[in-house]
């Protein structure tokens, strides 16, 4: 053990050349950033350092404790910032990658810690500057959950103090009585040896059982709740697909229906059952919009959502508000457009006509809102003339007007349709409305709303599965018809 004992001279040579306050600052600011440098390698051997007589004054134990500390301090501002503004999607994506391995950290990990973050963050900051393995990412979780700058500063100032302050005075025992560990260097090092080996064991020991669970979680995994919110809800195409798809795929998931007679149920609804994801139909679909935490690009601009994508886990899961019947809708119109398809009537001014304008203004065809009620830059149903509806060749009829079981269709005079006109009509049960029988009869050509639906579902699932870069970016979403 001659080499350890050279090894060990060397290190004690190099610190009592080296080491200083600022050093001492600068290493520890490192450690408690996200290179995982051992506290435990700096701090005993300054100060064992600060005992020995051939340097006298130049260590004090009690100033290496304070400055150790602020170093630690700094470093966890920099995890704490970076997390801060990076933001959820970008630390994650981060913690996929085989470097953040090497730094003991995984998705599971810090999923756990961000989720004790959020009841429990002074805590976590404290008790976990004392956990050797964990330290110098501690602050990233903090970060993420937006826990109070002040009260961070504060706790991992007192965490690291107590750590520090045990390093430091292991240390200077060990200085003190430094004759006495060279005597027993032999057995120290076997014992370090020893204890090393019976870590690996365990590593391997502890991945094997991983994988075994994992396997177990596999073929046992929990089911995944989906579903849909409207009212009332006698039917839905969405359920019917989704189960299909689920058994046919093997996929361990559920939908459901759950119908609200009022929308201050889905805060209830959220937190009674863990979503993995879910859809909005009539006539919520404005109405959820204030109670999301975020709404996707495309959904703002529509002013409606009918896809709701759950986020996160336990008190992280946030929501986030997507619009995927402008999608169905586009990828089932474009290809019945003709050249005199050029200017559009919308019947109904609900949540499902705004994405049907936002596709209709997207495509550059210009439209009018048809009401019951009078407003501005609309008609109401009783103006509707001969010229107006030969003007518009193409009608969309956005109200649940003609829903199984109702047998009715909007008023409008269907005398005037022609040949020339397109009806679309986004129900489709029954699978030719009033509204379409009446266009049929004109010699119009009709489309219901089958198509958009199976698209529209199909956008929902990518957006739920998260499996797009970019879920609001509707280009990518078309080309899946």
């Known amino acids: 053990m001659d080499f350890l004992s050279t090894l060990i001279t060397s290190i004690l040579d190099w610190y009592s050349a080296n080491m200083g306050y600022g050093t001492i600052t600068l290493l520890m600011a490192i450690e408690s950033t996200f290179i995982p440098l051992p506290s435990e390698l700096v701090l005993p051997p300054v100060s064992w350092q600060a005992t020995l007589a051939f340097v006298p004054g130049k260590l004090n134990i009690f100033l290496i404790?304070?400055?150790?500390?602020?170093?630690?301090?700094l470093g966890a501002l920099v995890n704490y910032t970076l997390s801060f503004y990076l933001g959820r999607k970008i630390i994650?994506?981060?913690?996929?990658t085989k470097v953040a391995k090497i730094f003991f950290l995984n998705?599971?990990?810090?999923?756990?810690?961000?989720?004790?973050?959020?009841?429990n963050g002074n805590t976590s900051t404290?008790?976990?500057?004392?956990?050797p393995v964990i330290r110098h990412l501690i602050s990233i979780p903090a970060g993420l959950a937006k826990m109070n700058l002040k009260k961070f500063i504060v706790y991992t100032f007192l965490g690291s103090l107590l750590w520090n302050t045990i390093l430091s005075f292991l240390g200077y025992f060990l200085g003190q009585n430094q004759d006495l560990i060279m005597q027993y260097l032999h057995e120290i090092s076997y014992g370090a040896i020893a204890a090393a080996a019976i870590f690996i064991v365990y590593l391997i020991f502890k991945n094997k059982k991983k994988k075994k669970m994992?396997?177990?979680?596999?073929?046992?995994?929990?089911?995944?709740q989906f579903g849909?919110?409207?009212?009332?809800?006698?039917?839905s195409f969405s359920r019917n697909f989704f189960n299909e798809k689920f058994k046919k795929e093997n996929i361990n998931a559920q939908y459901d229906l759950f119908p609200l007679d009022k929308i201050d149920l889905f805060s209830s609804l959220i937190k009674e059952k863990s979503f993995a994801g879910m859809n909005v139909t009539i006539p919520y679909k404005q109405a959820v919009m204030p109670l999301l935490d975020e709404l996707d690009e495309t959904a703002r601009e529509i002013g409606a959502v009918n896809v709701i994508q759950f986020q996160g886990e336990n008190c992280l899961q946030k929501t986030k508000g997507f619009n995927s019947d402008a999608i169905g809708f586009e990828n089932s119109l474009l290809p019945l457009l003709m050249p005199h398809h050029n200017r559009a009537l919308i019947l109904g001014t609900g949540g499902a006509s705004k994405a049907v304008a936002y596709i209709l203004r997207r495509n550059n065809i210009p439209y009018?809102?048809?009401?019951?009620?009078?407003?501005?830059?609309?008609?109401?149903?009783?103006?509707?003339?001969?010229?107006?509806?030969?003007?518009?060749t193409l009608i969309i009829n956005t109200t649940p007007l003609g829903m199984y079981p109702a047998d009715a269709c909007a008023d409008i005079p269907y005398e005037y349709i022609t040949d020339k006109?397109?009806?679309?009509?986004?129900?489709y049960n029954p699978e030719k409305t009033l509204f379409l029988q009446k266009g049929e009869a004109q010699g119009a050509t009709i489309k219901n709303g089958m198509e958009m639906l199976h698209g529209q579902a199909r956008a929902a699932w990518k957006i739920w599965n998260e499996s797009l870069p970019n879920p609001s970016d509707t280009s990518t979403l078309l080309s899946d018809r």
């Not at 994650?92 to 996929?96: A, K, N």
């Not at 994992?214 to 995944?224: D, G, M, P, S, W």
């Not at 006109?421 to 129900?427: F, G, N, R, S, T």
């Open 126 to 131: 404290f008790i976990g500057r004392l956990v």
């Open 107 to 119: 998705r599971e990990k810090l999923e756990k810690a961000e989720a004790y973050f959020c009841e």
């Open 421 to 427: 006109h397109l009806l679309y009509d986004l129900i």
């Open 92 to 96: 994650y994506s981060l913690v996929e």
């Open 228 to 235: 849909i919110i409207g009212y009332p809800l006698t039917t």
């Open 368 to 392: 009018t809102l048809v009401s019951r009620t009078k407003a501005e830059g609309q008609y109401t149903y009783e103006e509707l003339t001969p010229e107006i509806i030969a003007e518009n």
């Open 65 to 73: 404790i304070l400055v150790a500390s602020l170093g630690c301090v």
């Open 214 to 224: 994992n396997a177990f979680i596999t073929e046992n995994n929990i089911k995944k």
